[in-house]
């Protein structure tokens, strides 16, 4: 994983456009003279923008999580040589069905491995022409790709940006002189500009070798293979290959990793630091054992099995990837305690597998139930099935303080049945006021209580998208007010850094307004913290007036004040009124003005007016 400062300076390759022929001639050579030119803009455009589809994402927008695996020379025992290690490898019987097997228990989807990683070596466990570190004689990258494809998985390889820790373990790692005689030239690996030339070749090398390899794993980027249009080449040369970027948000790669968020309340709730929005790509990687490094290093460390089931649902509710850390031995097997945690999640997961497969995060972009911060000390998340939207689940991850109910927001979906999704038990319920309870729970899981909610198929009571317009006192040039009640929430507004501001509903007339649902771009944590070097805070609404208005010139005093909790998903004012006109007046927002990158920059997706709430209840 990253062990510098990843929020440096970018240089993003530009998008220009060069001639076919040229392109084609840079394409056929793996290390491209330093002028080389960027490929066509048309084969970029769609990866340019975050949050674009692309078919090639398709089977990762389907997956729910995989096996993230460093493995290397310096896994104990520590091999200072690619032979020996090698040696160790082949003696101990390594099988690459061993990996694709946890990876199915797991219910993952793929495997990435990180073996050319700077801790453990630069090691590559596959034949190569490129001296410069260690390369092995069998091709266990190819094997482990054939053997994945075998079994519907894929795999991923994760490359590396950084050559710092060449001498990590004390012998050097990189050989400077032999990819020098290699080149014809003088390169040193241990700088940033010759072990991005090092690697850069390397990227050709595997993506002409293996045609079944699903992408590249970025950790993080090299300034050699920006200059030199790199991802840009991979989309021309392999268009099929995914591309993931570790903590930073690079337009043109396909996911955003987010590594090993600690510090949320509750522990295992790691959207609450994420930095990315949907419809974007994104994945979580975090370590399974509780403590020791990426790697295994001798020891057989404890592993949660509460906190991790509970951050695989947390993903699960937010739509982003569980990408699970195991640390493999030299054999590629796992410590016992890792090795019982996958069984345990084998079987556990299977009962409730429908609800955090073929879903979205509920309470976002897709629909659903409010998340979060249920009543009574309860907290979970909420998804909704894909293919039939009136299927929605509730995952109360911890359970209310001494009740036997759960009681979250509706979001304005009708409730018309709720059972328990393990026993097939029906459970009571009522609705109203904006909210949905559960009641008389009496089999409570120990790690995540699932309910099945039969939904109708659309949100009630809502105005439409288009009947309400919205002007706002500051906008940022193409995300104007508009965006606000447009009933396409990819589309923001922004206010352009102007906090106090504010934001004019119009109802087209004098109508019952229930409540103002507010929906904020989720770009930025929801707590003040610094992560990798770099200082995040929520960019969420905190203090706010409500004025009504039926004219639009006399306001009178505000009919709300308040402070908006910093959470994600949607905010509700209820309000119980009749206007024409809601002002939402935003005084404040949470980021602090040492956290420049996200203090006064409120951006919303969405904003609705409810006329009614929904009602109803089980039968007697």
């Not at 995952?395 to 509706?410: K, Y």
């Not at 447009?486 to 409540?515: E, F, M």
Request: hydrophobic fraction near 30%; include cysteine; charged fraction near 25%.
């Amino acid at each position: 994983m990253r062990h510098r400062d990843p929020h440096r300076p970018r240089r993003l390759a530009a998008l220009a456009t060069a001639l076919s022929a040229l392109l084609s001639a840079l394409l056929l050579t793996p290390s491209p003279a330093p002028a080389a030119a960027a490929p066509t803009a048309s084969a970029t455009a769609d990866d340019a923008v975050p949050g674009m589809y692309n078919p090639r994402q398709n089977w990762l927008r389907a997956a729910s999580g995989g096996l993230f695996l460093h493995w290397g020379m310096y896994t104990e025992p520590k091999h200072y040589d690619c032979a020996s290690w090698e040696k160790a490898v082949n003696d101990s019987g390594w099988n690459p069905d061993y990996w694709v097997d946890q990876t199915k228990k797991l219910h993952g989807s793929y495997i990435v491995l990180a073996t050319f990683h700077s801790r453990l070596g630069y090691a590559r466990p596959w034949p190569s022409k490129i001296p410069g570190s260690c390369s092995t004689r069998r091709d266990i990258l190819g094997e482990l790709i054939d053997a994945a494809k075998a079994k519907g998985i894929k795999v991923i390889l994760y490359m590396t940006d950084d050559p710092q820790w060449h001498d990590y373990a004390g012998p050097e790692s990189l050989d400077s002189g032999a990819y020098s005689a290699y080149k014809g030239k003088n390169v040193d690996l241990t700088t940033r500009p010759g072990f991005g030339e090092f690697s850069y070749d390397n990227f050709f090398e595997v993506m002409k070798r293996y045609k079944d390899l699903a992408g590249f794993w970025i950790d993080n980027d090299n300034e050699y293979w920006e200059d030199h249009h790199l991802y840009e080449q991979i989309r021309e040369q392999r268009p099929d290959m995914l591309l993931s970027n570790n903590n930073e948000d690079t337009p043109i790669m396909d996911t955003v990793s987010n590594e090993q968020k600690t510090g949320m309340t509750p522990d295992y709730d790691m959207p609450a630091a994420y930095m990315t929005s949907m419809p974007r790509l994104t994945e979580s990687c975090y370590k399974v054992p509780s403590t020791g490094a990426w790697w295994y290093d001798g020891q057989d460390r404890p592993v949660d099995t509460a906190l991790n089931i509970r951050r695989y649902i947390a993903n699960a509710g937010t739509s982003y990837k569980s990408l699970m850390d195991f640390q493999a031995q030299v054999d590629g097997t796992f410590p016992p305690q890792q090795q019982a945690f996958i069984d345990t999640f084998d079987r556990y997961i299977d009962p409730i597998w429908k609800s955090v497969n073929g879903v979205e995060g509920g309470g976002y972009l897709y629909g659903g139930l409010r998340p979060g911060a249920f009543d009574d000390g309860a907290y979970g998340y909420t998804t909704v099935s894909k293919s039939d939207p009136t299927r929605q689940y509730i995952h109360v991850t911890t359970r209310p303080t001494g009740t036997d109910q759960v009681r979250l927001r509706d979001n304005g979906h009708k409730v018309e049945g709720i059972t328990d999704l393990r026993t097939g038990r029906r459970i009571a319920f009522d609705q109203r006021d904006g909210s949905v309870t559960l009641k008389g729970i009496k089999d409570w899981d120990p790690y995540d209580t699932v309910f099945q909610v039969t939904t109708l198929r659309h949100k009630q009571g809502l105005y439409a998208p288009g009947s309400v317009t919205a002007t706002a006192t500051s906008a940022k040039d193409g995300h104007p007010a508009a965006n606000l009640t447009d009933g396409d929430a990819t589309k923001l507004w922004d206010a352009d850094g102007k906090v106090p501001v504010s934001i004019t509903l119009d109802l087209g007339d004098v109508k019952k307004a229930q409540y103002v649902g507010i929906d904020q771009t989720e770009w930025s944590p929801t707590y003040n913290r610094e992560s990798f070097g770099r200082k995040e805070d929520s960019a969420r609404i905190k203090d706010y007036k409500v004025y009504v208005s039926d004219d639009g010139e006399h306001w009178g005093e505000p009919v709300k004040t308040g402070v908006m909790d910093g959470a994600r998903s949607t905010r509700y004012i209820d309000l119980d009124t009749t206007t024409r006109y809601i002002k939402l007046e935003v005084d404040s927002i949470w980021a602090a003005p040492t956290v420049t990158k996200y203090y006064n920059q409120l951006k919303i997706d969405e904003i609705t007016v409810g006329r009614t709430y929904p009602r109803g209840h089980s039968p007697e």
